[in-house]
């Protein structure tokens, strides 16, 4: 079987049972900015998969190359290796609410997370935005990615379409999903944002 066993599940569960929130959304649709406001203001842990992978990548080994070389691609990195790193930075962290930003990518990385760790998340926030904008976002983000380029923006964006929709519908049919439209200042999104976690409650 691809993923891990039982012997490695349930670490996390068994002593807590965080609240986790994924957030979702297309290549600058906005998901980090606005995770560092839900952090700040309702006390949430930020973890963004791609941080994790690009700090795993950085590492001069043979995974370290692997991810590289597929985030140069813009396709999706195994999602045994993606949930690990996600484990580990929630067993090390002591905050009882998460947001696991750019995660689940695809049914794939939906799937191992709940085998692996063996819980579902409470809530799911999906950032939906044009794709022009997301182009003209990630081209002026300046942050010297090796993703954030014309060619492989354009394998993000087929990827996302392709691989997106089927984890919007699980949790969709699950009365999990908030999708936020996500056209406007940061302000005005985070209104919207504020406004759900203000009636939620985590
Ligand atoms: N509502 C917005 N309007 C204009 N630019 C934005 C908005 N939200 C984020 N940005 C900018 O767009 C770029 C991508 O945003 P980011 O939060 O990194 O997206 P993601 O994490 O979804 O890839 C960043 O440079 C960010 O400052
Ligand atoms: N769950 C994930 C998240 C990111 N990634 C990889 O990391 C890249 C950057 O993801 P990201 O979430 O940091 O950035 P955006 O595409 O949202 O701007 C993706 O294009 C994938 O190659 C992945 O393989 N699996």
């Known amino acids: 079987m691809l993923f891990a066993t039982d012997a490695v599940k349930d670490d996390i569960t068994a002593s807590r049972r965080p609240f986790i929130t994924f957030v979702l959304g297309g290549p600058g649709s906005g998901k980090g900015t606005q995770c560092a406001r839900i952090a700040s ?42 949930v690990h790193l ?37 809530l799911v926030l999906f950032f939906d935005c044009p794709e022009e904008e997301m182009v003209k976002r990630v081209l ?41 439209n996500a056209t406007g200042t940061v302000d005005e999104i985070f209104e919207k944002v504020r406004h759900l976690f203000g009636s939620l409650r985590p």
Do not use: W
């Open 41 to 82: 203001a309702f006390g949430f842990a930020h973890l963004s998969a791609g941080d994790l992978l690009r700090e795993e990548m950085s590492c001069d080994s043979k995974k370290g190359k692997l991810i590289r070389d597929i985030i140069m691609e813009g396709k999706i990195v195994p999602s045994e290796i993606t």
């Open 86 to 122: 996600i484990k580990e930075a929630i067993m090390s962290s002591s905050a009882d609410r998460f947001l696991i930003d750019g995660f689940p990518r695809s049914e794939e990385n939906r799937i191992a997370f709940e085998t692996i760790i063996g819980v579902e998340p409470n």
């Open 140 to 180: 002026g983000r300046n942050q010297g990615r090796i993703d954030d380029n014309i060619e492989t923006i354009k394998k993000r964006l087929k990827v996302f379409e392709m691989l997106n929709l089927p984890v919007i519908n699980y949790y969709s049919a699950k009365g999990k999903l908030y999708k936020i």
